[in-house]
């Protein structure tokens, strides 16, 4: 079975700081896509960003402020958050999406809570 460990949420001031980690059972050269989507209380889910064979894609909402990066050898997705914000308060979700035979099932990870406060 997929294992994805997410860590390194918290609380953060306004302006500060953030990585969050997402460790997976096995090599991510078996998923087609990782990354990340968060929900905050009251609100849908949102896509973050993701990405794929080394490219990008965020959403217009965290571009500039978020980076995700990978580390093949550790088996990591990261998301660096940059300049946070109050709106930025959510529980953040790591996903890999796994080929098979027709289509891709999307695993998640257990979620972590970012809180952005003064």
Avoid: H
Wanted: proline share 3%; aromatic share 10%.
């Amino acid at each position: 079975q997929v294992q994805l460990l997410e860590s390194g949420g918290g609380l953060v001031q306004p302006g500060g700081s953030l990585t969050l980690a997402c460790a997976a059972s096995g090599s991510i050269f078996s998923f087609n896509v990782m990354g990340w989507c968060r929900q905050a209380p009251g609100k849908e889910r949102e896509l973050v960003g993701s990405i794929s064979r080394g490219s990008t894609n965020y959403a217009d909402s965290v571009k500039g402020r978020f980076t995700i990066s990978e580390d093949n050898a550790k088996n990591t997705v990261y998301l660096q958050m940059n300049s946070l914000k109050p709106e930025d308060t959510a529980v953040y979700y790591c996903y890999a999406d796994a080929p098979t035979y027709r289509d891709s099932v999307r695993n998640w990870g257990q979620g972590t809570q970012v809180t952005v406060s003064s």
